[in-house]
């Protein structure tokens, strides 16, 4: 975890005596890694997380050709259709994560939305139907 360290010889400026707490801009408080663990670990996840996202994009083409898609079946089914599903079950989905955060332990929170979120993006090697795919990348 990520933790602010505020130098002890800094003083406030332009406070009056007796006023309590400080404004973020009336100190300097770098940022310090104290665990490279959790940081690689973090950072990792990060990479899986975005590492699919444009996995499809280059690939259209020949994924139309093993589905049996026209040029126009491509462009609606595989750059449209997966993409609008994709987004409209994620807008809620974040919702719900986000109010989640407050209530749930946030590293329970980080690992099961990865599990849940990188889960289908491996099950995609094993897709044989565009449905199958459909509902594997909303999922993702």
């Known amino acids: 975890t990520f933790h602010l360290r505020i130098p002890g010889e800094h003083k406030p400026m332009g406070r009056k005596k007796g006023t309590k707490g400080r404004r973020a801009s009336e100190y300097f408080a770098p940022m310090e890694c104290l665990d490279w663990n959790a940081f690689g670990l973090l950072a990792a996840a990060v990479f899986v997380i975005f590492a699919d996202q444009n996995l499809m994009a280059p690939n259209l083409t020949m994924i139309a050709h093993d589905f049996g898609f026209s040029d126009r079946e491509r462009d609606s089914k ?3 259709q997966i993409s609008v599903a994709f987004f409209l079950l994620g807008l809620p989905a ?3 994560i986000g109010a989640l955060t407050d209530v749930v332990q946030r590293k329970r929170l980080l690992v099961c939305t990865i599990l849940l979120g990188q889960g289908p ?6 897709v044989t139907q565009y449905w199958e795919l459909f509902v594997l990348r909303t999922l993702t």
């Open 121 to 126: 993006c491996l099950l995609t090697l094993f």
């Open 78 to 80: 595989l750059g449209g």
């Open 94 to 96: 974040c919702l719900i």
